[in-house]
């Protein structure tokens, strides 16, 4: 462990905002205090949220897991019937036979099979006559955790007609352990806002009493020659959900990945990093530059780091490690931080070519002196756009075999089973010709909804070229930052114009669908969508945490800065302690929300104290 920078963007001087947080050793023990009383309540609530009795009689079944429903289907007609299923994020997909309900023995006797079914998506079922394979009833249902039902058929007065009744056996929608689970952790989280609330209105009242009193110093440091806080508490920001998610967020299905298209909350955070990566490395290579670095110093530096987080990806955070000790036979190659070293590499390097350190004063009688903050980059800008030409023609004019040409789907059952190997369409045909079907990630989100058999890396070879434009977009936001320097209105509406303008591209290409644009918003491909809507996002919520931390100084940006000031620690260490006490141990009831909500919460909290205790020690991992 050494002292010194920990972003791979060479930011310097990290030391310079370790005065930041010299005031009030209270405000730190009230918001620790804070966090270990809701800890304490999460741990409490947990097991009675998972035990909590139902107020109705239930049908005994067979234990069921998490995110599980009971299904009985009860035939009274007089013919065996075929139950198909299909989720509502299928796209594209045919109802899936299930299994088969045998006739009833007797008029008057229903014959009965249960079914486990999925709860995390609303459910489309099909019943079908197996010998004329006609549809007797369609339904469109959504079922709660834990629940039982039974979906009673039968005939009408007609005996051509069927009718399908779901009649459900649940203590209540509103007090099952579902959703008990849930208000509890609104519950929780309300009141750890309220909490950090007061402590804040606290120690603005404390602050404000030293400032007229003593004249003591700020609690943020003046603007000038001081570090943005706001950008490492929105990498702390992305950094924390990061590693609240990939724990396991409670195993609820907004913290897991989306299946194909769309977003879900895990789906934001490594855009956002990667986008402010973007946006340090211009603030840092500015930097080094005014200091008088050596452009050829900064490329063997930007080398050696890309070099190390690469290495660092495949050989300690390898994810095969959950197979056994590594073997070079199913080593896999892409992943997190090999991406973040790529993007670091190429945005880095167009950075140190291209940067001026000094700024013509001339140039105010331009007349694209309103945009210069762009045009000064224009060689940078012409190398991200022809890399992007490069994704769209791959994407779309590569031949795949057995494929369409331009395939955009899952493969598997979607787009009605077509196409059951084609998973990702050039991307994934990509990855598999360079690298191997066994060096790339075998158990994609698409498995579960699509049943897809085929690997595929979201982090491949050619979504990578899309993740350098999400930095490029970040880097813009530093120049920005740059430019205008302490001019806040120009930086702000430079902000919000990025946001609409990417907003406005997204919008365009998406259609604004889920499913029906030109270039769907996709995570697995990273599609050209995908990289604009987050951007758009990201602009957003830099512009709010630039203006609330920097600006008005309403928010000095903890908890989150900790994190964001020693994010390679962080990240690789809750990779590599991921399994060990206290960030996991054997639960009680391995099939409640609540447990894994209480642990993940826990285990994610433990890193931002740590990060806060080596910044306190002024100890920050440089690579």
Same mark, same amino acid.
Request: aromatic residues 14%.
């Given at each position: 462990?050494?002292?010194?920078?920990?972003?791979?963007?060479?930011?310097?001087?990290?030391?310079?905002?370790?005065?930041?947080?010299?005031?009030?050793?209270?405000?730190h023990?009230?918001?620790?205090?804070?966090?270990?009383?809701?800890?304490?309540?999460?741990?409490c609530?947990?097991?009675?949220?998972?035990?909590?009795?139902?107020?109705r009689?239930?049908?005994?079944?067979?234990?069921?897991?998490?995110?599980?429903?009971?299904? /009985?289907?009860?035939?009274?007609?007089?013919?065996?019937?075929?139950?198909?299923?299909?989720?509502?994020?299928?796209?594209?997909?045919f109802?899936?036979p299930?299994?088969?309900?045998?006739?009833g023995?007797?008029?008057?006797v229903?014959?009965?099979?249960?079914?486990?079914?999925s709860?995390?998506?609303?459910l489309?079922?099909?019943?079908?006559?197996?010998?004329?394979?006609?549809e007797?009833?369609?339904?469109?249902?959504?079922?709660?955790?834990?629940?039982?039902?039974?979906?009673?058929?039968?005939?009408?007065?007609?005996?051509?007609?069927?009718?399908?009744?779901?009649l459900?056996?649940?203590?209540?929608?509103?007090?099952?352990?579902?959703?008990?689970?849930?208000?509890?952790h609104? /519950?929780?989280?309300?009141?750890?806002?309220?909490?950090?609330?007061?402590?804040?209105l606290?120690?603005?009242?404390?602050?404000?009493?030293?400032?007229?009193e003593?004249?003591a110093?700020?609690?943020?440091?003046?603007?000038?020659?001081?570090?943005?806080?706001?950008?490492?508490?929105?990498?702390?920001?992305?950094?924390?959900v990061?590693?609240f998610?990939?724990?396991?967020?409670?195993?609820?299905?907004?913290?897991?990945?989306?299946?194909?298209?769309?977003?879900?909350?895990?789906?934001?955070?490594?855009?956002w990093?990667?986008?402010?990566?973007?946006?340090?490395?211009?603030?840092?290579?500015?930097?080094a530059?005014?200091?008088?670095?050596?452009?050829?110093?900064?490329?063997?530096?930007?080398?050696?780091?890309?070099?190390q987080?690469?290495?660092?990806?495949?050989?300690?955070?390898n994810?095969?490690?959950?197979?056994?000790?590594?073997?070079?036979?199913?080593?896999?190659?892409?992943?997190?931080?090999?991406?973040?070293?790529?993007?670091?590499?190429?945005?880095?390097?167009?950075?140190?070519?291209?940067?001026?350190?000094?700024?013509?004063?001339?140039?105010?009688?331009?007349?694209?002196?309103?945009?210069?903050?762009?045009?000064?980059?224009?060689?940078?800008?012409?190398?991200?756009?022809?890399?992007?030409?490069?994704?769209?023609?791959?994407?779309?004019?590569?031949?795949?075999?057995?494929?369409?040409?331009?395939?955009?789907?899952?493969?598997?059952?979607?787009?009605?089973?077509q196409?059951?190997?084609?998973?990702?369409?050039?991307a994934? /045909?990509?990855?598999?010709?360079?690298?191997g079907?066994?060096?790339?990630?075998?158990?994609?989100?698409?498995?579960?909804?699509?049943?897809?058999?085929?690997?595929f890396?979201?982090?491949g070879?050619?979504?990578?070229?899309?993740?350098?434009?999400?930095?490029f977009?970040?880097?813009?936001?530093?120049?920005?930052?740059?430019?205008?320097?302490?001019?806040?209105?120009?930086?702000?509406t430079?902000?919000?114009?990025?946001?609409?303008?990417l907003?406005?591209?997204?919008?365009?290409?998406?259609?604004?669908?889920?499913?029906?644009?030109?270039?769907?918003?996709?995570?697995?491909?990273?599609?050209?969508?995908?990289?604009?809507?987050?951007?758009?996002?990201?602009f957003?919520v830099l512009?709010v945490v630039?203006?609330?931390?920097?600006?008005?100084?309403?928010?000095?940006?903890?908890?989150?800065?900790?994190?964001?000031?020693?994010?390679?620690?962080?990240?690789?260490?809750?990779?590599?302690?991921?399994?060990?006490?206290?960030?996991?141990?054997?639960?009680?009831?391995?099939?409640?929300?609540?447990e894994?909500?209480?642990?993940?919460?826990?285990?994610?909290?433990?890193?931002?104290?740590i990060?806060?205790?080596?910044?306190r020690?002024?100890?920050?991992w440089?690579?």
């Open positions: 462990m050494r002292k010194g920078q920990i972003q791979t963007s060479g930011e310097e001087k990290r030391e310079e905002g370790v005065a930041a947080d010299d005031m009030a050793p209270k405000k023990q009230g918001l620790i205090f804070i966090a270990v009383i809701v800890a304490f309540l999460a741990l609530v947990a097991p009675l949220t998972a035990e909590l009795p139902s107020s009689p239930r049908r005994k079944t067979a234990a069921l897991k998490m995110d599980e429903a009971a299904l /009985y289907v009860i035939n009274e007609v007089e013919s065996e019937m075929l139950l198909s299923i299909m989720s509502d994020h299928c796209f594209q997909c109802p899936q299930v299994g088969r309900i045998p006739a023995p007797g008029p008057g229903p014959a009965t099979l249960g079914f486990t079914v709860t995390q998506h609303a489309i079922l099909q019943l079908n006559s197996t010998p004329l394979n006609t007797l009833c369609r339904m469109h249902f959504h079922f709660g955790e834990h629940g039982n039902y039974s979906l009673w058929v039968k005939n009408l007065n007609d005996l051509s007609q069927v009718n399908c009744t779901m459900f056996f649940l203590a209540s929608y509103l007090h099952s352990p579902y959703h008990v689970s849930v208000y509890s609104i /519950y929780l989280f309300m009141f750890c806002s309220f909490g950090f609330l007061i402590d804040v606290i120690l603005t009242l404390l602050v404000f009493v030293r400032v007229v003593s004249s110093e700020s609690i943020i440091p003046a603007t000038a020659g001081r570090r943005l806080r706001s950008l490492d508490t929105f990498r702390g920001l992305a950094l924390v990061m590693v998610v990939n724990y396991g967020g409670g195993r609820y299905w907004f913290f897991r990945h989306e299946s194909w298209n769309g977003l879900t909350v895990a789906d934001l955070v490594f855009p990093f990667v986008f402010i990566m973007g946006t340090s490395i211009s603030l840092s290579v500015n930097g530059l005014c200091r008088g670095a050596m452009r050829s110093h900064l490329l063997r530096k930007v080398c050696w780091r890309s070099l987080l690469f290495l660092i990806g495949v050989f300690i955070i994810p095969n490690y959950c197979l056994g000790p590594l073997s070079w036979d199913s080593l896999r190659i892409p992943g997190v931080l090999q991406r973040l070293a790529f993007t670091y590499l190429v945005v880095a390097v167009l950075d140190v070519l291209v940067a001026r350190v000094h700024q013509d004063s001339s140039l105010t009688d331009v007349w694209w002196y309103p945009a210069h903050d762009i045009f000064l980059n224009w060689p940078a800008w012409i190398c991200v756009i022809t890399m992007e030409t490069l994704w769209l023609c791959l994407t779309f004019l590569l031949p795949v075999p057995g494929c369409p040409t331009g395939y955009l789907g899952p493969g598997g059952v979607g787009d009605f089973g196409y059951p190997d084609c998973t990702g369409g050039a994934g /045909y990509i990855d598999r010709w360079l690298l079907e066994n060096h790339i990630y075998q158990t994609p989100s698409t498995r579960v909804v699509y049943q897809t058999t085929v690997p890396d979201p982090e070879v050619l979504g990578s070229i899309n993740s350098v434009l999400m930095a977009l970040g880097l813009q936001a530093g120049k920005v930052l740059l430019h205008y320097r302490e001019q806040h209105r120009q930086i702000i430079r902000f919000l114009v990025w946001s609409f303008l907003g406005i591209f997204s919008a365009v290409l998406t259609k604004c669908s889920r499913n029906q644009g030109y270039i769907p918003v996709n995570k697995n491909l990273w599609s050209l969508s995908y990289v604009t809507t987050l951007s758009c996002f990201a957003v512009l630039y203006y609330t931390v920097d600006v008005k100084r309403w928010w000095s940006g903890a908890p989150f800065f900790y994190p964001g000031m020693n994010s390679i620690l962080v990240y690789v260490g809750h990779e590599v302690f991921e399994d060990y006490f206290p960030f996991r141990w054997r639960m009680a009831n391995s099939q409640s929300h609540s894994h909500l209480a642990q993940n919460l826990l285990a994610t909290s433990i890193w931002v104290l990060s806060y205790v080596l910044y020690k002024k100890i920050f440089k690579i």
